[in-house]
């Protein structure tokens, strides 16, 4: 089982013992479709139990903790969206860090890509602060939230397309219950899939052909007026060190990017 259990009084923890647990993707659909706000989705997220792959590495990471970590409690759980209900901007990256969000139990939180977007979300006006080191840090996003196509921190940092698909209701009903939203902003290609697949799955319109990921790349999904209207989808180069540590990413690069979405926002 996880180190953390539901209610145990974990930093920012949204599910009591009382949540009820999705153990198959059909449970995800009817959970996630009929959460009726984001604390409840939330909840929901952070106790889903139905990928039994990324549920037994998520909490072996949990367990057996990087010597580095050793002496720290890991999350070992799901890990939510963070920030803003009435967020104009959602940050969409892949899934959690095993040694990141998995321990932390914050997206995004606790390794250097982290660093790198909460750093750039300050700049950008978006954070409070720049730095983003555990739940209980007192990060609050103004204007923006930001989340993972995929909720548990996977082997590799590679989901199966099953995995993925199961874990896309939850992306779906977020970007539901955020009214206000006008841009995503995908960071990677993955990100970008997930966000075009979520408008296929709504029914909107997509622009032919289909949109290619890249930094800087723009395309606008035809949401219908019913449903918050027309959506920018925009693409960064995902905050990897892969990316960050050779310079395919710089910081300006990041910024400018941000600015682009936050002018879509307006």
Not at 42 to 51: I, L, M, N, Q
Not at 134 to 156: F, K, M, Q, S
Not at 200 to 222: I, M, S
Request: glycine residues 10%.
């Amino acid at each position: 089982m996880s180190p953390v259990r539901p209610g145990s009084g974990w930093p920012g923890d949204p599910a009591t013992a009382r949540t009820p647990v999705s153990r198959d993707a059909e449970d995800v659909v009817s959970r996630a479709g009929a959460a009726r706000s984001l604390p409840v989705l939330d909840a929901r997220v952070s106790v889903c139990r139905a990928c039994p792959r990324l549920v037994a590495w998520r909490e072996l990471v949990a367990r057996t903790r990087r010597r580095s970590y050793a002496e720290e409690t890991y999350w070992g759980r799901p890990v939510t969206g963070l920030g803003d209900p009435t967020a104009q901007l959602l940050v969409l990256g892949l899934a959690p860090a095993a040694h990141g969000g998995n321990r932390t139990g914050r997206v995004f939180t606790g390794d250097r890509s982290g660093d790198w977007i909460f750093a750039a979300l300050h700049r950008a006006g978006y954070a409070n602060q720049p730095h983003s080191v555990h739940a209980g840090d007192g990060l609050e996003l103004t204007g923006a939230r930001i989340a993972a196509a995929v909720r548990c921190a996977p082997p590799g940092n590679a989901p199966t397309p099953a995995e993925r698909d199961t874990c896309a209701p939850w992306l779906d009903r977020e970007i539901d219950l955020l009214p206000d939203l006008r841009v995503l902003l995908a960071l990677g290609g993955f990100a970008w899939e997930a966000a075009l697949a979520t408008a296929r799955r709504r029914g909107w319109g997509v622009a032919r052909p289909r949109p290619k990921f890249g930094h800087g790349a723009r395309t606008l999904l035809d949401r219908p007026a019913a449903a918050g209207g027309p959506l920018h989808l925009v693409g960064s180069f995902h905050v990897s060190q892969q990316n960050t540590f050779t310079g395919r990413l710089t910081e300006p690069m990041l910024d400018e990017v941000l600015q682009l979405a936050h002018g879509l926002c307006r």
